[in-house]
Protein backbone atom coordinates (compact mmCIF):
# COMPACT_ATOMS: atom_id res chain seq x y z
CA UNK A 1 0.00 0.00 0.00
CA UNK A 2 1.35 3.54 -0.89
CA UNK A 3 1.79 5.92 2.01
CA UNK A 4 -1.51 8.27 2.07
CA UNK A 5 0.00 11.18 3.49
CA UNK A 6 3.15 13.77 4.18
CA UNK A 7 3.30 15.02 7.51
CA UNK A 8 5.30 18.16 5.92
CA UNK A 9 2.84 18.97 3.00
CA UNK A 10 1.96 22.06 4.37
CA UNK A 11 5.73 23.28 4.89
CA UNK A 12 6.86 22.54 0.68
CA UNK A 13 6.49 24.84 -1.67
CA UNK A 14 5.52 26.83 -3.13
CA UNK A 15 6.20 29.48 -0.97
CA UNK A 16 7.69 33.10 -2.06
CA UNK A 17 10.30 35.11 -0.11
CA UNK A 18 8.53 37.96 -3.01
CA UNK A 19 5.15 37.43 -2.57
CA UNK A 20 3.99 41.32 -2.07
CA UNK A 21 5.69 41.79 -5.30
CA UNK A 22 3.60 41.11 -8.61
CA UNK A 23 4.55 38.77 -10.81
CA UNK A 24 5.45 38.79 -14.31
CA UNK A 25 3.17 35.23 -15.74
CA UNK A 26 3.88 33.89 -18.74
CA UNK A 27 5.10 30.66 -20.29
CA UNK A 28 8.77 29.16 -19.92
CA UNK A 29 10.05 26.93 -23.13
CA UNK A 30 8.42 27.86 -26.04
CA UNK A 31 11.11 26.57 -27.52
CA UNK A 32 14.36 24.83 -25.87
CA UNK A 33 16.47 27.73 -27.38
CA UNK A 34 13.99 29.86 -24.34
CA UNK A 35 16.50 28.02 -21.57
CA UNK A 36 20.02 27.68 -21.91
CA UNK A 37 22.02 26.84 -18.86
CA UNK A 38 25.80 26.37 -18.80
CA UNK A 39 27.97 24.65 -16.61
CA UNK A 40 30.34 26.88 -14.86
CA UNK A 41 32.89 24.54 -14.27
CA UNK A 42 34.76 23.95 -10.98
CA UNK A 43 38.48 23.78 -12.90
CA UNK A 44 39.55 23.01 -16.60
CA UNK A 45 41.25 19.99 -17.61
CA UNK A 46 44.97 20.29 -17.44
CA UNK A 47 45.42 18.41 -20.91
CA UNK A 48 46.93 15.58 -18.98
CA UNK A 49 45.91 12.24 -17.76
CA UNK A 50 44.02 8.84 -18.54
CA UNK A 51 40.48 10.74 -18.54
CA UNK A 52 39.09 12.48 -21.38
CA UNK A 53 36.95 15.50 -20.79
CA UNK A 54 34.48 16.57 -23.03
CA UNK A 55 32.35 19.96 -23.46
CA UNK A 56 29.15 19.03 -24.72
CA UNK A 57 25.96 20.76 -25.77
CA UNK A 58 23.15 18.86 -25.79
CA UNK A 59 19.39 19.69 -26.81
CA UNK A 60 16.19 17.66 -25.61
CA UNK A 61 17.90 15.11 -23.56
CA UNK A 62 18.20 14.49 -20.09
CA UNK A 63 21.92 14.41 -18.56
CA UNK A 64 21.71 10.02 -17.69
CA UNK A 65 20.35 9.61 -21.67
CA UNK A 66 23.59 11.62 -22.93
CA UNK A 67 25.57 9.58 -20.51
CA UNK A 68 24.25 6.47 -21.64
CA UNK A 69 24.53 6.97 -25.31
CA UNK A 70 28.24 8.22 -25.15
CA UNK A 71 29.48 5.56 -23.70
CA UNK A 72 27.41 3.30 -26.14
CA UNK A 73 28.71 5.57 -29.06
CA UNK A 74 32.65 5.02 -27.58
CA UNK A 75 32.24 1.61 -26.24
CA UNK A 76 32.78 1.89 -22.60
CA UNK A 77 30.32 1.40 -19.68
CA UNK A 78 28.31 4.43 -18.42
CA UNK A 79 30.09 3.59 -14.83
CA UNK A 80 33.14 4.83 -16.86
CA UNK A 81 31.76 8.38 -17.76
CA UNK A 82 31.76 11.08 -14.72
CA UNK A 83 29.59 14.42 -14.60
CA UNK A 84 29.24 17.48 -12.44
CA UNK A 85 25.42 18.53 -12.42
CA UNK A 86 22.26 16.78 -13.97
CA UNK A 87 21.22 19.25 -16.79
CA UNK A 88 17.33 19.80 -17.69
CA UNK A 89 16.71 17.98 -20.73
CA UNK A 90 13.69 20.60 -22.05
CA UNK A 91 16.35 22.89 -23.27
CA UNK A 92 20.06 23.85 -24.56
CA UNK A 93 22.70 23.06 -21.67
CA UNK A 94 26.35 22.85 -22.02
CA UNK A 95 28.59 20.75 -19.47
CA UNK A 96 31.54 18.75 -19.03
CA UNK A 97 32.27 14.92 -19.17
CA UNK A 98 34.46 12.62 -18.58
CA UNK A 99 35.64 9.45 -20.41
CA UNK A 100 37.94 6.87 -18.62
CA UNK A 101 39.93 4.75 -20.94
CA UNK A 102 39.01 5.86 -24.10
CA UNK A 103 40.49 7.36 -27.79
CA UNK A 104 39.63 11.51 -27.63
CA UNK A 105 39.61 11.04 -31.38
CA UNK A 106 36.36 8.74 -30.85
CA UNK A 107 34.55 11.20 -28.51
CA UNK A 108 35.39 13.98 -30.57
CA UNK A 109 33.28 11.71 -34.01
CA UNK A 110 30.58 10.68 -32.03
CA UNK A 111 26.93 10.98 -34.11
CA UNK A 112 23.88 11.33 -31.38
CA UNK A 113 20.81 13.31 -32.35
CA UNK A 114 20.68 16.94 -30.11
CA UNK A 115 24.48 16.55 -28.99
CA UNK A 116 27.01 18.64 -30.54
CA UNK A 117 30.65 17.96 -28.72
CA UNK A 118 32.81 21.55 -28.52
CA UNK A 119 35.94 20.87 -27.10
CA UNK A 120 38.34 17.29 -25.70
CA UNK A 121 40.96 17.43 -23.66
CA UNK A 122 42.44 15.13 -20.73
CA UNK A 123 42.90 15.42 -17.48
CA UNK A 124 44.00 13.08 -14.08
CA UNK A 125 40.59 12.39 -12.36
CA UNK A 126 37.51 11.50 -13.07
CA UNK A 127 34.60 14.34 -13.00
CA UNK A 128 32.20 13.82 -9.85
CA UNK A 129 29.07 14.92 -8.79
CA UNK A 130 29.51 18.46 -7.37
CA UNK A 131 32.75 19.25 -9.25
CA UNK A 132 31.24 22.67 -10.40
CA UNK A 133 31.08 26.32 -9.54
CA UNK A 134 27.26 26.70 -10.82
CA UNK A 135 25.56 26.88 -13.61
CA UNK A 136 25.03 30.69 -16.10
CA UNK A 137 21.23 30.39 -17.25
CA UNK A 138 19.29 32.51 -19.90
CA UNK A 139 15.80 32.49 -19.96
CA UNK A 140 13.16 33.66 -22.29
CA UNK A 141 9.72 34.52 -21.07
CA UNK A 142 6.43 35.02 -23.41
CA UNK A 143 3.31 36.15 -22.88
CA UNK A 144 4.04 38.04 -19.84
CA UNK A 145 1.73 40.67 -18.31
CA UNK A 146 2.35 44.30 -19.21
CA UNK A 147 5.34 45.69 -17.31
CA UNK A 148 6.68 42.72 -17.22
CA UNK A 149 9.96 43.54 -17.40
CA UNK A 150 9.34 46.32 -14.65
CA UNK A 151 7.76 43.61 -12.18
CA UNK A 152 11.05 41.25 -13.01
CA UNK A 153 13.57 43.90 -11.97
CA UNK A 154 11.28 44.90 -8.75
CA UNK A 155 11.42 40.68 -8.04
CA UNK A 156 15.18 40.34 -9.08
CA UNK A 157 16.51 43.41 -6.59
CA UNK A 158 15.13 42.17 -3.58
CA UNK A 159 16.67 38.51 -4.48
CA UNK A 160 20.28 40.47 -5.50
CA UNK A 161 20.04 41.72 -2.02
CA UNK A 162 18.56 39.20 0.24
CA UNK A 163 19.57 36.45 -1.59
CA UNK A 164 17.69 33.54 -3.31
CA UNK A 165 15.58 31.22 -1.10
CA UNK A 166 17.83 27.57 -1.39
CA UNK A 167 14.69 25.35 -2.62
CA UNK A 168 15.40 22.41 -4.37
CA UNK A 169 13.06 22.31 -6.70
CA UNK A 170 10.20 20.11 -7.94
CA UNK A 171 12.02 17.75 -10.33
CA UNK A 172 14.12 16.85 -7.48
CA UNK A 173 11.08 14.71 -6.37
CA UNK A 174 10.00 12.92 -9.89
CA UNK A 175 7.59 13.61 -12.47
CA UNK A 176 5.62 12.26 -10.10
CA UNK A 177 6.58 13.99 -7.21
CA UNK A 178 6.69 10.79 -4.75
CA UNK A 179 10.56 10.62 -4.89
CA UNK A 180 10.76 11.89 -1.42
CA UNK A 181 7.68 9.30 -0.41
CA UNK A 182 9.88 6.46 -1.79
CA UNK A 183 12.96 7.59 0.00
CA UNK A 184 11.01 7.87 3.29
CA UNK A 185 10.63 4.31 3.12
CA UNK A 186 13.67 3.01 2.41
CA UNK A 187 14.94 5.45 5.76
CA UNK A 188 12.55 3.49 7.28
CA UNK A 189 13.23 -0.06 5.94
CA UNK A 190 10.10 -0.83 4.32
CA UNK A 191 11.07 -2.49 1.17
CA UNK A 192 7.75 -3.50 0.03
CA UNK A 193 6.38 -0.15 0.93
CA UNK A 194 9.00 1.29 -1.11
CA UNK A 195 8.10 -1.00 -4.26
CA UNK A 196 4.76 -0.51 -3.68
CA UNK A 197 4.96 3.87 -3.61
CA UNK A 198 7.78 2.99 -6.33
CA UNK A 199 6.13 0.67 -9.05
CA UNK A 200 2.75 1.43 -7.99
CA UNK A 201 0.34 4.71 -8.61
CA UNK A 202 -1.08 3.86 -11.91
CA UNK A 203 -3.12 7.69 -11.78
CA UNK A 204 0.08 9.48 -11.26
CA UNK A 205 2.10 8.33 -14.34
CA UNK A 206 2.47 9.90 -17.50
CA UNK A 207 1.94 7.07 -20.79
CA UNK A 208 -0.36 4.49 -21.47
CA UNK A 209 2.12 1.96 -21.24
CA UNK A 210 3.48 2.79 -17.98
CA UNK A 211 0.00 3.54 -16.84
CA UNK A 212 -0.78 0.32 -17.64
CA UNK A 213 2.06 -1.80 -15.96
CA UNK A 214 1.52 0.03 -12.88
CA UNK A 215 -2.03 -1.00 -12.79
CA UNK A 216 -0.50 -4.62 -13.70
CA UNK A 217 1.92 -4.38 -10.68
CA UNK A 218 -1.11 -2.95 -8.45
CA UNK A 219 -3.27 -6.18 -9.30
CA UNK A 220 -0.54 -8.35 -8.53
CA UNK A 221 0.09 -9.30 -12.22
CA UNK A 222 3.86 -9.13 -12.39
CA UNK A 223 4.31 -10.43 -15.51
CA UNK A 224 2.13 -8.64 -17.21
CA UNK A 225 3.48 -5.34 -15.66
CA UNK A 226 6.69 -6.31 -16.69
CA UNK A 227 5.54 -6.96 -20.49
CA UNK A 228 3.87 -3.45 -20.22
CA UNK A 229 6.82 -0.98 -18.86
CA UNK A 230 8.48 0.44 -21.25
CA UNK A 231 12.57 -0.19 -22.15
CA UNK A 232 13.21 3.06 -20.50
CA UNK A 233 11.96 2.13 -16.98
CA UNK A 234 14.99 0.02 -17.01
CA UNK A 235 15.53 0.13 -12.80
CA UNK A 236 11.52 -0.53 -12.24
CA UNK A 237 11.79 -3.28 -14.74
CA UNK A 238 14.68 -5.05 -12.96
CA UNK A 239 12.85 -4.69 -9.60
CA UNK A 240 9.90 -6.41 -11.22
CA UNK A 241 12.24 -9.38 -12.61
CA UNK A 242 13.09 -10.03 -9.37
CA UNK A 243 9.79 -9.98 -8.31
CA UNK A 244 8.11 -11.93 -10.80
CA UNK A 245 11.29 -14.99 -10.19
CA UNK A 246 10.07 -14.62 -5.96
CA UNK A 247 12.65 -12.60 -4.65
CA UNK A 248 11.77 -11.44 -1.27
CA UNK A 249 10.90 -7.34 -1.84
CA UNK A 250 14.49 -6.31 -0.06
CA UNK A 251 16.04 -8.53 -2.70
CA UNK A 252 13.67 -7.00 -5.56
CA UNK A 253 14.73 -3.36 -4.32
CA UNK A 254 18.50 -4.28 -4.84
CA UNK A 255 18.27 -4.93 -8.31
CA UNK A 256 16.98 -1.20 -8.67
CA UNK A 257 20.63 -0.46 -8.70
CA UNK A 258 22.42 1.46 -5.87
CA UNK A 259 22.05 5.14 -8.43
CA UNK A 260 18.20 4.79 -8.24
CA UNK A 261 18.10 4.21 -4.49
CA UNK A 262 20.33 6.82 -4.21
CA UNK A 263 18.38 9.26 -5.46
CA UNK A 264 15.47 9.02 -3.66
CA UNK A 265 17.40 8.56 -0.12
CA UNK A 266 18.42 12.14 -1.56
CA UNK A 267 14.92 13.69 -2.09
CA UNK A 268 13.70 12.84 0.94
CA UNK A 269 16.52 14.30 2.82
CA UNK A 270 15.57 17.73 0.18
CA UNK A 271 12.31 17.77 1.73
CA UNK A 272 13.42 17.43 5.03
CA UNK A 273 15.40 20.35 4.13
CA UNK A 274 12.48 22.54 2.30
CA UNK A 275 10.32 21.92 5.47
CA UNK A 276 12.88 23.77 7.18
CA UNK A 277 13.40 26.54 5.02
CA UNK A 278 9.71 27.13 4.68
CA UNK A 279 9.70 27.55 8.57
CA UNK A 280 12.72 30.41 8.19
CA UNK A 281 11.51 31.87 4.96
CA UNK A 282 11.08 35.21 5.70
CA UNK A 283 13.87 35.61 8.08
CA UNK A 284 16.13 33.55 5.78
CA UNK A 285 18.49 36.40 5.86
CA UNK A 286 18.97 36.77 9.27
CA UNK A 287 21.09 35.08 11.89
CA UNK A 288 20.09 33.74 15.24
CA UNK A 289 21.81 32.72 18.09
CA UNK A 290 23.18 29.13 18.02
CA UNK A 291 22.96 29.02 14.16
CA UNK A 292 25.17 27.22 12.14
CA UNK A 293 26.06 29.81 9.65
CA UNK A 294 27.90 28.88 6.19
CA UNK A 295 30.36 30.80 4.68
CA UNK A 296 29.68 31.16 1.22
CA UNK A 297 33.11 31.78 0.07
CA UNK A 298 34.56 28.37 0.51
CA UNK A 299 31.04 26.13 2.03
CA UNK A 300 32.69 25.64 5.85
CA UNK A 301 30.44 26.20 9.02
CA UNK A 302 30.72 27.97 12.21
CA UNK A 303 28.21 28.10 15.38
CA UNK A 304 27.60 31.59 15.78
CA UNK A 305 27.35 32.70 19.34
CA UNK A 306 26.72 36.39 18.75
CA UNK A 307 24.43 37.00 16.13
CA UNK A 308 24.79 40.81 16.16
CA UNK A 309 28.34 40.60 15.49
CA UNK A 310 28.21 38.31 12.35
CA UNK A 311 24.92 40.15 10.76
CA UNK A 312 26.41 42.84 9.06
CA UNK A 313 28.73 39.92 7.14
CA UNK A 314 25.08 37.85 6.33
CA UNK A 315 23.89 41.76 4.51
CA UNK A 316 26.82 41.76 3.02
CA UNK A 317 26.06 37.62 1.54
CA UNK A 318 29.25 36.71 3.05
CA UNK A 319 27.72 34.05 5.05
CA UNK A 320 24.28 32.90 5.54
CA UNK A 321 21.77 30.70 7.98
CA UNK A 322 21.91 26.82 7.03
CA UNK A 323 19.49 24.09 7.29
CA UNK A 324 19.88 19.95 7.47
CA UNK A 325 21.06 17.85 4.90
CA UNK A 326 20.02 14.93 7.48
CA UNK A 327 22.43 12.13 8.64
CA UNK A 328 23.96 10.30 11.14
CA UNK A 329 26.65 12.54 11.80
CA UNK A 330 25.67 15.77 10.71
CA UNK A 331 25.99 18.43 13.19
CA UNK A 332 22.84 20.17 14.38
CA UNK A 333 22.33 23.78 15.65
CA UNK A 334 21.90 25.41 19.21
CA UNK A 335 18.75 27.21 20.74
CA UNK A 336 15.87 28.28 18.33
CA UNK A 337 17.30 26.93 14.58
CA UNK A 338 18.22 23.65 16.50
CA UNK A 339 14.82 23.23 18.46
CA UNK A 340 12.95 24.28 14.70
CA UNK A 341 14.84 21.50 13.48
CA UNK A 342 14.11 19.09 15.95
CA UNK A 343 10.38 19.98 15.54
CA UNK A 344 10.79 19.20 11.69
CA UNK A 345 12.53 15.92 12.54
CA UNK A 346 9.30 14.95 14.91
CA UNK A 347 6.99 15.79 12.64
CA UNK A 348 7.88 13.57 10.10
CA UNK A 349 9.51 10.92 12.85
CA UNK A 350 12.48 11.10 12.00
CA UNK A 351 16.16 10.85 13.35
CA UNK A 352 19.57 11.29 12.03
CA UNK A 353 20.78 7.92 13.07
CA UNK A 354 17.93 6.38 10.61
CA UNK A 355 20.34 7.10 7.96
CA UNK A 356 22.77 4.95 9.32
CA UNK A 357 22.71 1.05 8.19
CA UNK A 358 20.60 1.90 5.31
CA UNK A 359 22.18 -0.91 3.38
CA UNK A 360 23.06 -0.84 -0.76
CA UNK A 361 25.64 1.56 0.32
CA UNK A 362 23.16 4.37 1.17
CA UNK A 363 24.22 5.27 4.42
CA UNK A 364 24.00 9.25 4.79
CA UNK A 365 26.65 11.32 7.27
CA UNK A 366 24.17 14.31 6.24
CA UNK A 367 25.67 18.16 5.40
CA UNK A 368 24.53 21.61 6.07
CA UNK A 369 23.30 23.28 3.17
CA UNK A 370 22.91 27.28 3.28
CA UNK A 371 19.14 28.29 3.81
CA UNK A 372 19.75 31.09 0.82
CA UNK A 373 22.65 31.76 -2.13
CA UNK A 374 23.82 34.58 -4.16
CA UNK A 375 22.11 35.77 -7.30
CA UNK A 376 24.93 36.74 -9.42
CA UNK A 377 25.05 38.63 -12.65
CA UNK A 378 21.70 39.18 -12.54
CA UNK A 379 20.09 41.25 -15.96
CA UNK A 380 16.48 41.31 -17.42
CA UNK A 381 16.24 42.25 -21.26
CA UNK A 382 12.88 43.53 -22.34
CA UNK A 383 12.80 41.46 -25.90
CA UNK A 384 9.55 43.85 -27.02
CA UNK A 385 5.96 42.75 -27.31
CA UNK A 386 5.49 40.42 -24.25
CA UNK A 387 8.72 38.33 -24.27
CA UNK A 388 11.53 38.97 -21.56
CA UNK A 389 15.01 37.54 -21.02
CA UNK A 390 16.77 36.99 -17.47
CA UNK A 391 20.03 36.09 -17.33
CA UNK A 392 21.57 35.23 -13.83
CA UNK A 393 24.40 32.80 -12.04
CA UNK A 394 23.78 30.33 -9.32
CA UNK A 395 25.97 28.51 -7.35
CA UNK A 396 26.38 24.82 -7.20
CA UNK A 397 23.43 23.07 -6.10
CA UNK A 398 20.61 25.84 -6.78
CA UNK A 399 17.54 25.98 -8.67
CA UNK A 400 16.24 28.42 -11.43
CA UNK A 401 12.96 26.98 -10.93
CA UNK A 402 13.13 28.77 -7.66
CA UNK A 403 14.18 32.43 -8.97
CA UNK A 404 11.17 31.70 -12.16
CA UNK A 405 8.40 30.90 -9.19
CA UNK A 406 9.44 34.64 -7.50
CA UNK A 407 9.48 36.16 -10.83
CA UNK A 408 6.57 35.19 -12.68
CA UNK A 409 4.01 34.18 -9.53
CA UNK A 410 2.73 31.68 -11.57
CA UNK A 411 3.61 28.78 -13.86
CA UNK A 412 7.09 27.88 -12.88
CA UNK A 413 6.56 25.25 -9.99
CA UNK A 414 5.16 23.15 -12.98
CA UNK A 415 8.27 23.00 -14.96
CA UNK A 416 10.71 19.96 -14.45
CA UNK A 417 14.05 20.57 -15.13
CA UNK A 418 17.15 19.45 -13.33
CA UNK A 419 19.61 21.64 -13.20
CA UNK A 420 20.22 20.96 -9.68
CA UNK A 421 23.13 18.83 -8.90
Excluded at 119 to 136: E, I, M, Q, W, Y
Excluded at 160 to 174: E, L, S
Excluded at 351 to 359: I, K, Q, S, T, Y
Aim: with cysteine.
Amino acid sequence: MRSSGNSLEGLTPPLLLTADLPGTGGRLRATPEDFQVEELPLYRPSGRGDHVYAWVEKRGLPTLDLVRLLARAVGCREDDVGFAGLKDADAVTRQMLSLAGVDPGRVEGVDIPGVRVLSVSRHTNKLRVGHLAGNRFRIVLRGTSAGGAERACAVVEVLARRGVPNFYGPQRFGFRGNSHLCGRWLVRRSPRAFLDEWLGGPDRTRGERAREGRAHYEAGRLEEALRALPASFAPERRALAALARGAPPGRALAAAGRRTLQLFVSAYQSHLFNGVLCRRLQDLDRLLEGDLAWLHRNGACFRVADPTAEQPRADRLELSPSGPVLGYRMAFPDGEPGRLEAEVCRAEGVCPEDFRRLGHGLDQKGARRPLRVPLRAAAVEDLGGDALALSFELPKGAYATTVMAEVMKAGAADETEDEGD
